[in-house]
């Protein structure tokens, strides 16, 4: 079964301007109900690009099954709410998405779930009547991400956090993760400062902090392109091994910070099987096979501590995984 890209060409490769477009479901196998489901994002980051793989993946394994994957126009919970009303009204068997301000968004997502099956992935709604979540327990990520922190400032300081918006649950749950770890340390974070996925924001953020802040000792980078951007800003202001980086994800210019210790380090996710196991479950679930959810209503994709020590090994299967030399 094939996967029906919902981006064009260019869109593949920027993650932006994204139009949505269904897979033909006109090839199903006898006596299978065809599915169409769809894979929702939160913001255009590159990280979605390995998602995208996973969702592939599982399109092609399943029989009778088309997906939609979806970029909103707007990294909001209004630019999501219109996609979801969008795929809704399209018919959709089943939507997988991450939510960007689950306080203000179960009223939908509650809505949503009257009229297709609900799963959150990479950032959940636990409040709501989403039917599983698929993901990183966030919290115990953030834990990895304060012993790392801890690692770095062996004798404590002062320590900015940058983030997308804390309001996701995801960068909440990484937030107290870091905070538990690092309780009893000298370690003293001052801030979090957030950016709403603005990359250009993302990068002043962390240069504003650098001046206004000479002593700063730390800086940690909750969402993938906040690694790049602190690094960016670091770089600028001659810093480098000066202000220790902990962050998120495996972006390009991350791995190789992380390589040439630039960056202490990251913690990674596998958004391969993000979407990958929230495609094939859903469609489990929707076949008649309710074992796919437990009891927690969680599946928990572990996570990585990927340090010098790892990342010409990690950096190797992730090109590996996404068919680079």
């Not at 068997?93 to 990479?122: E, H, R, W, Y």
């Not at 003293?188 to 504003?208: F, Y």
Request: aromatic share 4%; glycine share 8%.
């Amino acid at each position: 079964m094939k996967l029906l890209l919902t981006v064009t060409a260019l869109c593949a490769l920027t993650l932006a301007g994204c139009n949505k477009q269904s897979a033909d479901t006109s090839a199903a196998a006898p006596g299978v109900k065809p599915l169409h489901l769809a894979f929702v994002t939160n913001n255009a980051a590159n990280f979605w690009v390995i998602a995208h793989k996973g969702a592939d993946q599982a399109a092609k394994d399943l029989d009778s099954v088309s997906v939609d994957f979806v970029i909103p126009p707007q990294p909001s919970a209004g630019g999501q709410k219109s996609v979801i009303d969008d795929l809704l009204a399209k018919g959709v068997d089943g939507i997988a998405m991450s939510v960007i301000d689950p306080a203000n968004q179960v009223q939908m997502i509650n809505d949503a779930a009257k009229q297709a099956l609900i799963f959150t992935q990479d950032s959940d709604a636990p409040d709501s009547d989403r039917t599983c979540y698929v993901g990183t327990d966030n919290r115990a990520a953030g834990r990895q991400a304060g012993e790392m922190l801890k690692q770095a400032l062996p004798n404590g300081g002062k320590v900015m956090v940058f983030v997308g918006n804390i309001d996701a649950q995801n960068a909440k749950d990484r937030f107290e993760g870091i905070k538990d770890a690092i309780q009893g340390s000298s370690i003293q974070i001052l801030d979090v400062r957030t950016d709403n996925a603005d990359h250009i924001k993302a990068k002043s953020n962390a240069a504003d902090t650098l001046v206004t802040v000479p002593d700063i000792a730390g800086m940690v980078g909750l969402y993938n392109y906040n690694g790049p951007a602190i690094l960016s800003a670091v770089k600028d202001a001659g810093k480098l091994g000066q202000v220790k980086i902990v962050c998120f994800d495996e972006e390009e210019d991350t791995l190789a910070g992380v390589k040439d210790g630039s960056i202490y380090a990251t913690v990674v996710q596998q958004p391969f099987e993000f979407g990958r196991t929230a495609i094939t479950d859903m469609a489990k679930y929707i076949r008649g096979d309710k074992s796919v959810v437990p009891d927690s209503h969680k599946i928990i994709i572990p996570t990585l501590v990927i340090d010098k020590s790892k990342v010409d090994d990690f950096t190797a299967k992730l090109n590996a995984l996404l068919g680079k030399s």
